[in-house]
Nanobody, 123 residues
């Protein structure tokens, strides 16, 4: 079974930077999958904020464009999310998952999730 392990979350001040990591374990040929970072704020639905495809194309939700940068290290089965100019509204638990794509966009491929990593941005 595939396992997602997120790490690196912290408490940071607004305007600060942070890089979080996701390591993928288990029966997955990591390089062939698009991987996404999701986040879930308190009392809100989980949203997809960044995508990196197997060809390393990158896509971002409008609210993080120009501030977040996703990257991957296929040899280590890892994906990173660099977050700059953090805002209090970025406060959330961040998760990663492999992605499937249909005509309407990307969605989580697996219906199970790792523990996530908490990012808290103070104002």
């Amino acid at each position: 079974q595939v396992e997602f392990v997120e790490s690196g979350g912290a408490l940071v001040q607004a305007g600060g930077s942070l890089t979080i990591s996701c390591e993928v374990h288990g029966g997955i040929v990591f390089p062939i999958y698009a991987i996404g970072w999701f986040r879930q704020a308190a009392e809100k639905q989980r949203e997809l904020v960044a995508v990196i495809t197997n060809g390393e194309a990158r896509h971002y939700v409008d609210s993080v464009k120009g501030r977040f940068s996703i990257s991957r290290a296929n040899g280590q089965n890892k994906v990173y999310l660099r977050m700059d100019n953090l805002k209090p509204e970025d406060t959330a638990v961040y998760f990663c998952n492999a992605l499937s794509e249909d005509g309407s966009g990307y969605a989580a491929l697996f219906d199970y999730w790792g523990p996530g990593t908490q990012v808290t941005v103070s104002s």
